[in-house]
T-cell receptor, first 118, second 112 residues
Framework: AQKVTQAQTEISVVEKEDVTLDCVYE???????LFWYKQPPSGELVFLIRRNSFDEQNEISGRYSWNFQKSTSSFNFTITASQVVDSAVYFC???????????????FGTGTRLLVSP | NAGVTQTPKFRVLKTGQSMTLLCAQD?????MYWYRQDPGMGLRLIHYSVGEGTTAKGEVPDGYNVSRLKKQNFLLGLESAAPSQTSVYFC???????????FGQGTRLTVV
C-alpha cells in the first residue's frame, strides 16, 4: 500500500503565480515525521523541511510555506510568487516504524514536477 | 565538507555481471539508505541500515544485497545485473529515522 501519495504528477505555472503541492500520507504510527525534498534539474536531493506529528503549526520560510493537517493526513507545500529557479521535482516523505524490527525508515512519494516558466 | 559520497557516478553493465556501489558518509550517522529512482516511481527504498552490522529490507530488495561493515560505509551489491535494474541509485544517511536525510549525488547505472 502506498504510504505517501502525491497525486499531482506535473504542474506548470507562470512566474509569480502561487502554487501548492499536495501530499497525503498514511500511517498507523502515532509518532511520525514528514519531510519535503527538492530535486532540481541537476539531480541532487535537497532537504527542505521536517515536521513531527505533534506539531501542527504551519511553517513559513521565505516564499515557502507548509500546511500540516492531521485530520486529513496532509502535508501540503506552497510556493508564493514562484520563480523559474523553483522548477524542480518535489518529493514528500514519511518516516515510519517497521512493525517487525522497530527500525525507522524513510519512504517517499512519487514526486511532483513543477515547471515555472518566465 | 564531503557529506555523502557515492562511487561510481556512472556505470554500464552487461546482463549477468556483478558490481558493488559504494556509499561513504563522514557525518557519523547511524542510519544509511539505498534508494533507486525511476521515472514516475519516485524514490523507492531498496535496503537500509540502522547501524554498523545491521541492515533491513526496504520496498524493493530483490536482486540486491547490502553490507555495513563500517559505520561510515554502506555497500550495495548486484550479483547478477538485469536490465530492470537500470536506474539512478541514491545513497542517503541520517542521524536517525526521524531526522532529515542527506543524499549523495547519485549513480546512474545502465544494464544492457
Amino acid at each position: 500500500a502506498q504510504k505517501v501519495t502525491q497525486a499531482q504528477t506535473e504542474i506548470s505555472v507562470v512566474e509569480k503565480e502561487d502554487v501548492t503541492l499536495d501530499c497525503v500520507y498514511e500511517t498507523r504510527d502515532t509518532t511520525y515525521y514528514l519531510f519535503w525534498y527538492k530535486q532540481p534539474p541537476s539531480g541532487e536531493l535537497v532537504f527542505l523541511i521536517r515536521r513531527n506529528s505533534f506539531d501542527e503549526q504551519n511553517e513559513i520560510s521565505g516564499r515557502y510555506s507548509w500546511n500540516f493537517q492531521k485530520s486529513t493526513s496532509s502535508f501540503n507545500f506552497t510556493i508564493t510568487a514562484s520563480q523559474v529557479v523553483d522548477s524542480a521535482v518535489y518529493f514528500c516523505a514519511l518516516s515510519e516504524v517497521n512493525g517487525n524490527t522497530g527500525f525507522q525508515k524513510l519512504v517517499f512519494g512519487t514526486g511532483t514536477r513543477l515547471l515555472v516558466s518566465p | 565538507n564531503a557529506g555523502v559520497t557515492q562511487t561510481p557516478k556512472f556505470r554500464v553493465l552487461k546482463t549477468g555481471q556483478s558490481m558493488t556501489l559504494l556509499c561513504a558518509q563522514d557525518m557519523n550517522h547511524e542510519y544509511m539508505y539505498w534508494y533507486r529512482q525511476d521515472p514516475g516511481m519516485g524514490l523507492r527504498l531498496i535496503h537500509y541500515s540502522v547501524g554498523e552490522g545491521t541492515t533491513a529490507k526496504g520496498e524493493v530488495p530483490d536482486g540486491y544485497n547490502v553490507s555495513r561493515l563500517k559505520k561510515q560505509n554502506f555497500l550495495l551489491g548486484l550479483e547478477s545485473a538485469a536490465p530492470s535494474q537500470t536506474s539512478v541509485y541514491f545513497c542517503a544517511s541520517s542521524y536517525g529515522g526521524t531526522r532529515g536525510a542527506f543524499f549523495g549525488q547519485g549513480t546512474r547505472l545502465t544494464v544492457v
